[in-house]
């Protein structure tokens, strides 16, 4: 038996998955006042961008930019803010400005791939994500790897993305977005025994969704782990009982002719 997981899965790991974080970081000794006010309300401005507070993260971040027009970190940052607010024109201007300022900066090439990613110009973002990981330095390579995966499975590019997950895992084997889509690839593929087993490796690092718990069922249903596949089953109806995880599980007729006895 085959069944098939949801046409939108894929992007909906996306959005949860695909998120840039937004943080500074020191830029050295001596620096003048104007410079350190402005990395202070960078900070200031991140951490009300993190929490929502999106006015006064504009206050601070406008304050940064008029302090020092030359910190990339600050126009990658406010970037972050006018997408989350819907001007993607200013955001990409302030994207592009926080490369040219630094394009040693991986975080702003990494978020500028999601961005562009967000936008639907693959390539680009693509090729954002290589510029981040080229920085021997960057601590989040795993992370870009799998991002860049993520967008080239939207071209779809399938086998390059599996590449990109696979060598995020190398870098680090409990890589959460690699896993997860390491799973629906091999679902893919009808390989349920692999599908199974990235599940189990994924749900030691993150908590199920409604969209992972279908495919964990799904998976351990073709393999006949009927115990497991009820366990899936009953955390998908528990948990999330107005998902269209839920609806699809309600019509299938393994669960249903399960269900009955």
């Not at 200031?44 to 027009?69: I, P, V």
């Not at 967008?151 to 390059?160: A, E, F, H, R, T």
């Not at 190398?170 to 690699?178: D, G, L, M, Y």
């Not at 091999?186 to 692999?194: L, P």
């Amino acid at each position: 038996m085959r069944m098939m997981i949801p046409r939108n899965f894929l992007a909906g790991a996306f959005l949860i998955t695909l998120v840039g974080c937004a943080t500074t970081s020191n830029t050295g000794e001596n620096i003048d006042p104007k410079s350190k006010a402005a990395e202070i309300n960078t900070q200031l401005g991140a951490t009300y961008l993190s929490q929502g507070e999106l006015e006064l993260a504009d206050e601070k971040l406008r304050r940064a930019l008029k302090q020092n027009q030359s910190s990339a970190t600050t126009h990658w940052v406010f970037a972050l803010l006018q997408e989350r607010l819907g001007e993607n024109e200013v955001a990409e201007k302030h994207f592009r400005k926080a490369v040219s300022l630094n394009p040693k900066d991986s975080k702003a090439h990494n978020n500028y791939g999601t961005f562009l990613c967000n936008q639907k110009r693959y390539r680009e973002a693509e090729k954002e994500f290589l510029y981040a990981i080229e920085n021997p330095l960057y601590a989040q390579t795993g992370s870009a790897y799998a991002n860049a995966g993520l967008c080239v499975s939207k071209i779809p590019d399938l086998v390059k993305a599996e590449e990109y997950f696979q060598q995020s895992l190398r870098i680090n084997s409990s890589q959460r977005t690699a896993l997860y889509q390491m799973a629906i690839l091999s679902f893919g593929r009808e390989e349920y025994a692999q599908t199974a087993n990235y599940i189990q490796r994924y749900e030691k690092v993150a908590k199920h969704n409604s969209e992972s718990l279908w495919v964990a069922f799904q998976s351990s249903a073709n393999l006949g782990y009927e115990a497991k596949a009820n366990d899936y089953a009953e955390q998908l109806k528990k948990l999330f009982p107005s998902s269209k995880e839920a609806r699809l599980l309600a019509e299938s007729y393994w669960y249903a002719g399960k269900s009955k006895q």
